[in-house]
C-alpha cells in the first residue's frame, strides 16, 4: 500500500492490534491468562504488578473485570487510559515546573 | 537510558506526547487551532474531515467539546478511543468472517 501513516495513526493500530492478536480462540475478549500473558510481554515497564496471580486480580478488579469474566477491548482500553492519563500528568507537572523556573529567572 | 521499552509502551508514549508537544503554551489544553493543526498533520488518514473549519467544529462538538473551550487531554483520549474502538470493531469483523469460513470449510 502507497498510504503512509503518521507515527500517531501507528500507535493506534499497535494498540489495537496487540489486544486483539493476543485473542486467537475468543472474538473480542481474552482470558485472565490471555490478558496476564500479553501485560507481562507487553506492558513490563508500565504494569508491574500483573506478574503474580495476586497482582493480576488486583490489576482485574481494578479495572471492574468481574471474576471469571473476560477482559474485553473496553476493559483493556481503561488500562491504556490509565496509563498514558498518569504519563500526561508526570508530563504536564513537568512542564509546569519548568514555566515556574522560567518566569523566575 | 538503558531501559527498553516495548511496542506497546512506546505507542503509549507516542499518544501522550503528540497531544503534549502540541500545546506550546498552555499547560493540558489546546485551542481549537493548535488542536486542527495537531489533528491534520498526525491524523490525516483516521480523522479526514477536520481540515476546514466546519468539519472542525463538528467535530469538537461530537467530542462534546464547548464552543470556545480549549481541547483537554481528556477530550482529545475520547477521540483516540473511538477511533481505536471503530479499528478493533474492523478487525474483529474480519475475525468473525475469517472464523465463519474456516468453520464452512
Redesign the interface.
Known amino acids: 500500500m502507497a498510504?503512509q501513516?503518521?507515527?500517531?495513526?501507528?500507535?493506534?493500530?499497535?494498540?489495537?492490534?496487540?489486544?486483539?492478536s493476543a485473542s486467537p480462540t475468543k472474538?473480542?475478549t481474552l482470558t485472565a491468562q490471555e490478558f496476564q500473558s500479553m501485560i507481562s510481554?507487553?506492558?513490563?515497564?508500565?504494569v508491574k504488578t500483573a506478574g503474580d496471580q495476586e497482582g493480576l486480580n488486583k490489576l482485574l478488579t481494578d479495572m471492574n473485570v468481574e471474576d471469571g469474566k473476560g477482559v474485553t477491548?473496553?476493559d483493556f482500553?481503561l488500562l491504556?487510559?490509565s496509563?498514558?492519563?498518569a504519563?500526561?500528568g508526570l508530563?504536564?507537572k513537568e512542564?509546569?515546573v519548568k514555566?515556574v523556573k522560567c518566569s523566575l529567572m
Open positions: 498510504e501513516y503518521t507515527e500517531l495513526e501507528l500507535a493506534i493500530n499497535t494498540l489495537v492490534e496487540n489486544f486483539h472474538v473480542g510481554k507487553e506492558l513490563p515497564t508500565m477491548f473496553k482500553w491504556i487510559d496509563l498514558a492519563t504519563h500526561f508530563l504536564s512542564k509546569q514555566c
